[in-house]
């Protein structure tokens, strides 16, 4: 089953959004365009920096609006966040900032990561990253004398083939200043969507069970089995990454695609395109017809998060309670209705056990849903929809129905015990500039537009202020090849070995020489057509944040 976060790991915040924005001397945001896609806690980290002085450090290769209030901005090439991180942790360490008494009561394998970090020299680090010597010493010395310290970061981080290693280093750098599981600290994803944590949470990966209870684990297996009067496997499923690729290959012979277009936000759209049209049989949930749905044999209407009454989890783990505030138009059915009816239809003359209590999809509300959740999975055992109905602020773990939620993870200590330090080295790019292809492009979102458009294409206001596809570069590559903001040579046409796409030229300094910056929001324009569908080996996302074009005018 593609869609929902199959591409996604399962990390989460460690702190609050409140907690960080209040208690944190210091911030280092790194691979998040925050003000952007996440601007109410961006709004939230700017009032820290005005009124309260607190520090920030910003390492974007973009100028992104939150430099406005950066302390220092780092900005390192895109594909050496590896190396930017070794070196900042080798100062840390050559100056004496780290925190001995937190790695040696609490952590492991510090000596063998030490060993590859002190490999990491300024002056190398500078060369790999471009980023000044002057400017790491600063960073480290800001993220070594001002503790409590929070990192968060975003796919900016994670859509590498080295995101699992980015992510490890970050949680690195956080216990080598034994900035884990206090007020003000902590490892922080910013989740891309708004629920994507719940999606997580509830099962919408192919490794766990809900909870992050592991499929491999033959007791997690016997629990759910006995739950749901099922034979289930022990064998780790398939990403989306991999499903849709899949289908040329014979192994995915249908998809049921809900809220999700893989036309426009998975890589490589030449290639999607000729899976799609190879797909047996494709069933497609959406509000709107997509560009997915034009290959599609069936359409089932889904409702909108104002039509519909449940839970979403967001990105600091908190389960926060919707009402519905229209009833959905026509055919259409919130997402569990649509579910549930087609597994009874699926069961139909089937003998269920009576010894599985949830086997029988025999729900008459959402709230059903959440005392089965409850029941099966430790990390929501004391959620219900009572206690969020009289505001009871519930962050996972809930671990029963008196426990008060956990605001701060790992304090004390850390799920596993000890937490292990990662030795983390260099891992290149799939794909690296050459004669042929000699810019970087990185991808990602506008403020006014959201992953494929299918809502905010809709919005006049929206499409008012932001209306067409914008490739972003340099004014010096711009004057190089003759490219204007006015005049027959303001629109680009950049290519990949993919293809090809063309778009209006927005000539700012927000992008470094050498690089530019495009979106996926536009069918004729995608950002998309040009990437690749190299992998991280383990969570399997794509490296969107690093594909070699070429660019010219149009």
């Known amino acids: 089953m593609a869609g929902l976060a199959a591409s996604f790991g399962s990390g989460a915040m460690s702190n609050s959004m409140d907690d960080i924005a209040g208690q944190a001397q210091a911030f280092f945001v790194i691979g998040s365009n925050t003000t952007e896609q996440h601007p109410v806690f961006g709004t939230m980290l700017r009032r820290a920096v005005r009124f309260r002085g607190a520090k920030l450090i910003v390492a974007d290769p973009r100028r992104i609006d939150l430099v406005d209030f950066a302390t220092l901005h780092l900005q390192q090439k895109p594909g050496t966040d590896i190396v930017l991180l070794n070196g900042l942790m080798h100062i840390i360490l050559q100056n004496g900032w780290e925190d001995e008494r937190f790695i040696a009561e609490r952590c492991e394998g510090f ?107 033959a007791e997690h297996n016997r629990k759910f089995e006995a739950a749901w009067g099922a034979p289930l496997s022990d064998k780790i499923g398939a990403t989306v990454t991999e499903i849709i690729p899949d289908i040329l290959e014979g192994k995915t012979h249908a998809l049921y695609i809900l809220g999700e277009d893989p036309l426009m936000s998975d890589p490589d759209t030449a290639h999607i395109r000729k899976c799609m049209e190879a797909v047996d049989f494709l069933v497609l949930q959406e509000l709107f017809p997509s560009e997915t749905s034009h290959y599609a044999d069936v359409m089932l209407p889904g409702a909108s998060f104002a039509e519909k009454t449940g839970t979403f989890t967001n990105t600091e783990r908190r389960i926060q309670m919707v009402h519905k505030a229209v009833d959905p138009p026509g055919e259409a059915l919130p997402d569990w209705k649509i579910i549930t009816r087609l597994a009874k239809r699926m069961l139909h003359g089937r003998t269920l056990s009576p010894d599985a209590p949830y086997a029988g999809w025999e729900y008459s509300s959402t709230a059903d849903v959440m005392i089965e959740t409850a029941a099966l999975t ?149 950002a998309n057509e040009l990437t690749q569908a190299a992998l991280d080996p383990v969570a399997k996302i794509p490296e969107y944040k690093v594909t070699a074009v070429h660019v010219e005018p149009a």
């Open 111 to 217: 000596e063998e990561f030490k060993e590859t970090v002190m490999r990491y020299t300024p002056q190398m680090v500078s060369e790999t990253t471009s980023v000044p010597v002057e400017k790491l010493h600063q960073a480290a010395e800001i993220m070594g004398t001002h503790k409590p310290m929070a990192v968060m970061w975003a796919m900016g981080i994670t859509q590498h083939i080295s995101g699992v290693p980015n992510v490890l280093n970050l949680a690195n750098l956080q216990m080598l200043l034994g900035n884990m599981g206090i007020p003000g600290g902590g490892v922080n994803p910013l989740r891309g969507q708004n629920n994507v944590q719940g999606a997580c949470d509830l099962g919408g990966l192919p490794n766990v069970y809900p909870g992050y209870q592991k499929v491999t684990v």
């Open 378 to 526: 430790p990390l929501y055992a004391g959620v219900t929809h009572e206690r969020l109905e009289r505001g009871e602020r519930l962050q996972w773990p809930v671990k029963a129905l008196d426990h008060p939620g956990t605001p701060i993870l790992h304090v004390g200590q850390f799920s596993r015990g000890k937490g292990i330090f990662h030795p983390i080295d260099h891992i290149p790019p799939a794909e690296e500039p050459d004669e042929d292809y000699p810019f970087v492009m990185s991808t990602g979102r506008v403020i006014y537009h959201w992953h494929g458009g299918q809502m905010t294409r809709r919005a006049q206001g929206l499409l008012e202020v932001y209306s067409e596809a914008l490739i972003e570069i340099n004014p010096d590559d711009a004057a190089r090849m003759g490219i204007t903001t006015n005049g027959s040579a303001q629109r680009v046409r950049v290519s990949s070995r993919r293809g090809s796409i063309e778009a209006q030229a927005w000539v700012t300094d927000r992008v470094p020489p050498g690089m530019v910056y495009a979106n996926f929001h536009f069918p004729d324009a995608s």
